[in-house]
């Protein structure tokens, strides 16, 4: 019989995954949040099924253990998914995942029903020629992921590339660890696959869930598949806008700025320009793009770093309250910008300016 290592860690499995499934599930009407829903429940189901054949025996039948292998394979193509649904939210179509889904629903059967070996080691190179393609595709699709942050956010809490990473190299540790556990055939080695998979998935599953708050922000973002026209206003984003509407979105987007000071918001969104000038998203990013020279992201945070400049030099307030008074979430974020756009500190920034200012005689 298997130990009681095995059946404690299947245990923990599927009450994470379930649990996992369940909160994700209340988070309806987001791509993601159904695909991690379907991941979790498919995990969980397998983790159920394979208390039904752990035993010592099973490890001495090489074609049972092949076949019950070959079946679970299913949710490659769920993990690559999610990682396209990350790096590129709105671009799947069921269609699209229906044919990737399709290798990993003939090859078992084909399996199953012929017992030919070959078969089996067929699959498993495919899956692993398949997970390490979509990782690598998405290492080249998180640049312009951020790329389209910058074009839809002001601010990076939940939204920066670092656990994206995390979740990418992630999603490679647990693709190592099947293939190992799909080449060696031992109890021991399905512990540890079974263990390192659920604590990787506690980390995974943390990132994704403080992310969903984005995902509708970017599905039809300028860039996205499927933009083209927008609910508001009625210029298709693959033309130009007349010149005078330009000149006209041009003096609404000062006064905002200039007049009613909206950067100061931290939680600013393109979504909410668009609102205020009464127009579409893209029309806004092709506005920052090409009148300003310069991402929504990159311009706002410009504006909350001259802003601090003024209040570094006009106040002696700590630069926590400095930080908090241009619109930065955090003093982090708010000493990492102001270094990028004048190369120094901001203590040192407002001593150099107080040096320079000049001494009045009484």
């Known amino acids: ?38 991941l979790m429940t498919v995990i969980g189901m397998q983790s159920i099924k394979d208390l039904f054949f752990i035993d010592e025996s099973l490890y001495a039948a090489p074609a049972t253990w092949g076949a019950i292998t070959a079946v679970d394979m299913v949710a490659v193509p769920l993990y690559a998914f999610i990682l396209i649904e990350l790096c590129r939210p709105g671009y799947l179509t069921r269609r699209t995942m229906t044919v990737h889904l399709l290798p990993f629903v003939i090859l078992p059967a084909l399996l199953i029903a012929t017992r030919i070996e070959i078969i089996y080691f067929i699959e498993v190179a495919w899956a692993a020629v398949y997970g390490f393609g979509y990782a690598v595709w998405a290492l080249i699709n998180i640049p312009r992921y951020h790329k389209q942050l910058k074009e839809n956010f002001s601010y990076g809490e939940n939204i920066n590339l ?10 490679f540790a647990i693709l190592g660890l099947w293939i190992i556990n799909c080449s060696v055939i031992d109890r021991h080695i399905e512990n540890i696959y079974m263990a390192g998979t659920l604590l990787i998935w506690m980390l995974v599953c943390f990132f994704i869930y403080k992310h969903l708050s984005v995902i509708d922000e970017l599905k039809n973002s300028p860039g996205a598949e499927g933009g083209g026209r927008h609910h508001a206003g009625t210029w298709d984003g693959n033309f130009d806008p007349p010149a005078d509407d330009a000149d006209a979105l041009a003096l609404r987007i000062h006064k905002l700025f200039h007049e009613e000071r909206i950067f100061l918001n931290p939680r600013l969104k393109l979504s909410d320009i668009a609102s205020m000038a009464t127009t579409n998203r893209t029309y806004i990013s092709q506005f920052f793009n090409r009148a300003n020279g310069a991402t929504f992201y990159e311009y706002v945070n410009r504006m909350r770093i001259e802003h601090a400049s003024r209040l570094l030099v006009e106040s002696s307030d700590r ?30 920034y407002r001593e150099r300016a107080r040096s320079t200012v000049p001494h009045h005689e009484p």
Not at 162 to 171: A, C, E, N, V
Not at 319 to 348: D, V, Y
């Open 319 to 348: 630069l926590e309250i400095i930080a908090e008074n241009s619109g930065f979430n955090s003093i982090s974020t708010f000493h990492r910008a102001f270094a990028k756009h004048f190369g120094c500190s901001p203590t040192a």
């Open 162 to 171: 670092k656990w994206l990473r995390i979740i990418l190299f992630s999603f």
């Open 1 to 38: 019989m298997a130990s009681a290592a095995t059946f404690f860690i299947y245990g923990l499995c599927i009450m994470f995954y379930f649990m996992m499934a369940l909160l994700f599930r209340h988070r309806s009407g987001e791509r993601l949040s159904l695909l991690v829903t379907v």
